[in-house]
């Protein structure tokens, strides 16, 4: 059964940074799409950033020249570098993976509270 388990969340002044990661149980090579979203209170879960099997990344133009998104595959680990953070990032980031059996899933979520 392969399980997600994101860590790095955290309260951080506006303007400070974050690394969030990702930990997949099992193969990472088997996920072909792997991505970060984040929720915030009474909103709709939003795509921040994804990046697919060969490499090629994609953003939310809310956080495009802020976020970045790597994979490391000798770690079974995918990150996200947060930079220049502001109040209206503060959400809960989780970690998706969409696998090349069809299996698609979740982690359970880390806190970012982007305040000063």
């Known amino acids: 059964q392969v399980q997600l388990v994101e860590s790095g969340g955290g309260l951080v002044q506006p303007g400070g940074s974050l690394r969030l990661s990702c930990v997949v149980s099992?193969?990472?090579?088997?996920?072909?799409?792997m991505g970060w979203y984040r929720q915030a209170p009474g909103k709709e879960r939003e795509l921040v950033a994804v990046?697919?099997?060969?490499?090629?990344?994609t953003y939310a133009d809310s956080v495009k020249g802020r976020f970045t998104i790597s994979r490391d595959n000798a770690k079974n680990t995918l990150y996200l570098q947060m930079n220049n953070l502001k109040p209206e990032d503060t959400a809960v980031y989780f970690c998706?993976?969409?696998?090349?059996?069809?299996?698609?899933?979740w982690g359970r979520g880390t806190q970012v509270t982007v305040s000063s």
């Open positions: 099992g193969s990472i090579f088997s996920m072909i799409y």
């Open positions: 990046i697919i099997s060969g490499g090629t990344t």
């Open positions: 998706n993976a969409h696998q090349n059996t069809g299996g698609n899933y």
